[in-house]
């Protein structure tokens, strides 16, 4: 039988040929294996940690704005004491009252142009006012740089809004991601564990 398998030009491969061949495709799979799963491995973590990062920037961003809107109802209310003390008392009572309710429109919440729209109205009414009365005009100085504080104020609350919009429009880009190659890494790794433990057990009959 030897003899007709050497005569059709067949050799058998011996047991060290064989095991051989068996390390060299276990080896083979690894490095392709490892190579896509390296690749992957550094993408994941980066989308997670860019999800941190965006987790911080987030707190502070809320953080941010929580101070903002504080300090531009401060900024309100000082501008009111002002007239309060200056200018109410010279008023009468509809006049200041209406004053009152213009700076209460102001102090709610809406887009820094049209505050802006309403705040150079709101002084153009008030400088009249003053003039009438014949108030000095330090106190429609002040007013007005307690009311443009409250709108620089407002306007950085605008652009945090916008970035935390963009913040969580990237998070379900990045969040999709991390869904979508998440099994393939966990398959990755189970192939790759596989294959180590076979190159093992193979290595050692090589002995």
Known sequence: MSGNTEEAGIRMLTEGE??????EKHNRFLEEYRKEFKELDSRLTQFEE???TAKISRTRMAERKEVLTEKRQQYYHQAEGLLEKELFPKLDTVTADKIKEDIKKLKGQIEPE????FKDSFM??????VREEGVGE????Q???????ARTSNLELKEITESEKQLEE???????????????HKWLSSKIKSHEE???YWEKQKV
Request: aromatic share 0%; glycine share 4%; proline share 2%.
């Open 18 to 23: 064989l095991i051989s061949g068996v390390v």
């Open 50 to 52: 860019d999800a941190k």
């Open 114 to 117: 049209e505050e802006q729209k």
């Open 124 to 129: 153009e009414h008030l400088q009249e006012l």
């Open 138 to 141: 330090s106190i429609l100085l």
């Open 143 to 149: 007013t007005r740089a307690r009311m443009e504080d």
């Open 170 to 184: 990237d998070d379900g880009n990045k969040n999709s991601e991390i869904s979508k190659n998440k099994p393939q």
């Open 198 to 200: 076979a190159l093992s």
